[in-house]
């Protein structure tokens, strides 16, 4: 048997820009993917903090080191910059490893830079 688990995510990001005039998707600095290993073009859900707003969407990569979160499309609509997100990404595993395995947590600071927890 195969189950859904949560494997990534980046907690407390701020939203900087809501870009209605683009296609869709969420943009996402470099180095916050690099250290949750959420993939560019990645199905990712979003929870917004402050609107209780959930959707899904696929990742963007960003430029490194600006920490950048763009919501982009018709998820504009859904954040306003300054908003507080939680984009998780899930995986499939067998029962028997996902009763061990441990996701990745990804904390920042205000300006969406990585934080020790």
């Given at each position: ?26 943009t ?20 917004n ?12 990569k ?11 499309g ?11 997100l ?22 920042v ?7 020790k927890?």
């Amino acid at each position: 048997m195969q189950v859904h688990v949560f494997r990534a995510k980046l907690h407390r990001v701020t939203v900087t820009e809501a870009n209605l005039n683009y296609m869709g998707s969420i943009t996402v600095d470099e180095n916050l993917l690099d250290a949750s290993g959420i993939l560019p073009n990645e199905k990712v859900q979003v929870v917004n903090i402050n609107n209780g707003e959930r959707f899904e969407t696929y990742v963007i990569k960003g430029e490194r080191g600006s920490g950048v979160i763009c919501l982009n499309g018709p998820a504009a609509r859904k954040v306003q910059t300054g908003d507080k997100l939680i984009v998780i990404a899930y995986g499939m595993l067998p029962l028997e490893e996902a009763k061990s395995f441990t996701p990745v947590v990804v904390y920042v600071d205000e300006n969406n830079m990585q934080v020790k927890n």
